[in-house]
């Protein structure tokens, strides 16, 4: 099973190009649980709630992965959790860093910045999107993680990340079939 993974900055049309792309590949997108968290703590969090956010948003793969699809569409995952844990608390718990190490081949997509920003009551940073990004930029290759920019209006956006994934599919089944 691919894990596809979109990251980035508040307000960089993740859930929406999970949405497309998971209507195009016919699987269920797996949302950002740390909406419903939010809501569920009427936005107050601390530092206790990091592990719980990404326990949640863990879950949520772990029962995408299990309706058998060879792909899973993200919109996030926990290295949302370590950037903005790092970010409001300057710290994050070990636990992620283990998690980190099981989840399996990802692709992911870095949505740009380059849409508008519109306030929806958990998004509190407009004038801090370009420092977001950067702090993800840098978390992703700290961690060696390969990533693609996604830019440009959603159709573009649909289009690049489509190439994206059907490249990468089409040589993971490729490598299947050649011994």
């Known amino acids: 099973m691919l894990r596809v993974v979109l990251t980035g900055s508040e307000c960089t049309g993740k859930s929406t190009l ?3 792309l998971a209507k195009h590949y016919k699987v269920d997108p797996v949302p950002e649980y740390l909406r419903e968290y939010f809501k569920m703590k009427d936005g107050n969090l601390t530092i206790d709630d990091v592990i719980p956010i990404a326990q949640g948003q863990l879950q949520l793969e772990a029962e995408a992965a299990t309706r058998g699809a060879e792909l899973i569409i993200c919109d996030t995952d926990i290295i949302s959790s370590i950037v ?3 970010h409001y608390f ?3 718990p070990g636990w992620l860093e283990q998690k980190l190490k099981y989840l ?3 692709i992911y997509l870095l949505c740009d ?3 508008e920003w519109k306030a929806d009551g958990q998004r509190d940073m407009p004038g801090e999107r370009e420092y977001m990004q950067q702090l993800f930029i840098k978390e ?8 693609h920019n996604i830019n440009g209006p959603l159709q573009r956006r649909i289009e690049n990340s489509r190439q ?5 599919t089409k040589q993971s089944q490729h490598r299947h079939y050649v011994t």
């Open 140 to 147: 992703l290759k700290q961690r060696n993680i390969p990533f």
């Open 164 to 168: 994206i994934i059907d490249a990468t």
């Open 90 to 92: 300057n710290e994050y």
């Open 104 to 106: 399996g081949p990802s």
């Open 113 to 115: 910045i380059d849409i």
């Open 18 to 20: 999970a949405a497309a």
């Open 84 to 86: 903005y844990a790092k």
